[in-house]
């Protein structure tokens, strides 16, 4: 499967927990993008890298969100001290850079927090 | 700032009508306008993806239009079945290289 892949795929912590995320792109795709997508919301775009270097974030990637992509490669995107409102699904994308390439979405990670 | 929306919320028809799902954005500054389907709790599966030269794009029993100088995009599902149903998003990408994305229109085919 060349796809875009995300680990885990569900996610079940407590409240105050530390919780890490990994998305594999697909091959030769340098760029890569993290969103999240609350219930009954479309995703909402957090951050996103091309190669390792972390080009734009969110305001809506508090100081408890940091996300990487040491080799760039595969991305780690890690909540700190989670709380409920982070509940949520997690979505990677990765593509090619130029205007019309499209971004590839992975199958998500969904995070629960008790 | 872009802002995306799909009308209606939320869609029930019965099995074998053709439907029409809306999009409309702010801003007419895009690359591209992408449908896709999500099934509950799953990942997003790409239906179309039309570049802003582009005026629509077919795949099977869907066919989605744009109209970047007024802001919408249409997506046509034809003989609708009870596998269609889903939330159905909308989403454009703008220069910035961001995908903004609707809400999302629930779709149920009525057996």
């Known amino acids: 499967d060349t796809g875009v892949s995300q680990n885990p795929r569900h996610k079940i912590t407590k409240r105050g927990q530390n919780v890490t995320f990994r998305c594999d792109p697909i091959s030769e795709h340098n760029r890569l993008y993290w969103y999240r997508q609350t219930l009954g919301q479309g995703p909402e775009f957090l951050t996103y890298f091309q190669n390792e270097a972390q080009l734009e974030k969110s305001r809506l990637l508090s100081d408890r969100f940091s996300a990487e992509r040491p080799k760039g490669s595969f991305s780690t995107l890690e909540i700190q001290r989670t709380e409920q409102g982070d509940s949520a699904m997690y979505l990677c994308a990765s593509s090619v850079p130029g205007w019309y390439n499209e971004q590839f979405f992975g199958p998500g990670t969904r995070l629960t927090v008790l | 700032k872009q802002e995306v929306t799909q009308i209606p919320a939320a869609l029930s028809v019965p099995e074998g009508e053709n439907l029409v799902l809306n999009c409309s954005f702010t801003?007419?500054?895009?690359?591209?306008l992408q449908w896709f389907r999500q099934d509950p709790g799953k990942g997003l599966t790409s239906l179309l993806l039309i570049q802003s030269s582009q005026r629509e794009q077919t795949s099977g029993r869907l066919n989605a239009s744009l109209d970047k100088s007024s802001g919408r995009s249409t997506l046509y599902i034809a003989a609708s079945q009870p596998g269609d149903s889903a939330t159905y998003l909308c989403a454009v990408r703008g220069r910035d290289d961001k995908i903004i994305f609707g809400k999302g229109t629930r779709l149920h085919i009525l057996p």
């Open positions: 801003d007419s500054a895009i690359y591209n």
